[in-house]
């Protein structure tokens, strides 16, 4: 067993977006620039699958709005993550266009009526606005559609991270069929 000290974090990204605006892709992304993932389970942050080393390299906290049906306090959530120390926090938000990610929301069992969706989304949307003025920063904005069809936009938003360009192979789920017309949100595509 060894005695060295943990190398404290001095980097973080903070990524918040509403529910289906591709949370979990994101992520993944992250994962492959060489980013620790965390994820919240009961309230308490525990390292993420894809990176058990996760002490070794800038960390990853993302939660979708709402999260499991709680709305995270951005504000507190960012000032917290100052309080302990970190050097370069960067906040990031994430959208997708409007329809895509309702009709998303209620294919996954997040909402059970499509006007729920809308209402959540718009609800973040101005949650996220209204963090931005309280904390008088600017966040970075990472759009769903830009980012997985557009290496450029990709490259360049994570070089603005300081991170190298992800790995991930990228494919827009908006194309995919389930989300063409309503009556599809209740089947699975063959």
């Known amino acids: 067993m060894s005695n060295e000290a943990i190398k404290p974090i001095k980097k973080v990204y903070l990524v918040f977006g509403p529910e289906s605006s ?28 894809h990176n058990p080393n996760y002490l070794d390299n800038p960390l990853l906290i993302l939660m979708s709005l709402p999260h499991n049906k709680i709305w995270p306090d951005i504000i507190d ?34 909402v059970t009526q499509i006007e729920r969706a809308y209402e959540n989304i718009q609800i973040a949307r101005d949650y996220m606005k209204s963090a931005i003025e309280s904390l008088d920063i600017t966040p970075i904005e990472i759009q769903y559609e830009k980012f997985v069809t ?31 017309d309503d009556t599809n949100l209740s089947t699975v595509p063959n």
């Open 22 to 49: 591709g949370n979990r892709m994101i992520a993944c992304s992250f994962d492959t620039a060489g980013v620790s993932s965390v994820y919240s389970k009961n309230g308490k942050y525990i390292p993420g699958p």
């Open 77 to 110: 959530i960012y000032r917290k993550v100052k309080s302990i120390g970190f050097e370069f926090i960067y906040l990031i938000f994430l959208d997708r266009k409007t329809d895509f990610m309702a009709k998303s929301q209620v294919f996954q069992d997040r």
């Open 150 to 180: 557009n290496r450029d936009y990709r490259e360049n938003i994570f070089k603005e991270l300081g991170l190298p360009a992800p790995t991930l192979k990228y494919y827009n789920a908006n194309e995919n069929r389930r989300y063409k």
